[in-house]
């Protein structure tokens, strides 16, 4: 039902800024809560960022709050996620889904399913 692409990614060196981009399609897509995950080497896919349909409210894992900003833009379908003071640790995969709300996001009960992402590296 909702179907997404991934764009953005890159290498970049600490301290640096990328901004992804995930292009949705599919039905209502601004009734869904919209969202990030990341997956390192060797780790879990874990949450990263969400926000509601309307934008006014947003949820972010611990380790991002301060650097990371999700937005939407749901005239274009599209939900960005603005990464600024990258640490190495940010290195990951980085996928965007949909869920119904910010609580099965995080269980990542998502309505999408799970793409090739966009792949960002960040050296030291």
């Known amino acids: 039902q909702v179907q997404l692409v991934e764009s953005g990614g890159g290498l970049v060196q600490a301290g640096g800024s990328l901004r992804l981009s995930c292009a949705a399609s599919g039905r209502t897509f601004n009734n869904y809560v919209m969202g990030w995950f990341r997956q390192g080497p060797g780790k879990e896919r874990s949450f990263v960022a969400a926000l509601t349909g309307s934008g006014s409210r947003t949820s972010y894992a611990d380790s991002v709050k301060g650097r990371f900003t999700i937005s939407r833009d749901n005239a274009k379908n599209t939900v960005y996620l603005q990464m600024n003071s990258l640490k190495p640790e940010d290195t990951a995969v980085y996928y965007c889904?949909?869920?119904?709300?910010?609580?099965?996001?995080?269980?990542?009960?998502?309505?999408?399913?799970w793409g090739q992402g966009t792949q960002v590296t960040v050296s030291s």
């Open positions: 889904n949909a869920a119904i709300n910010i609580a099965t996001m995080r269980d990542r009960l998502v309505l999408g399913s």
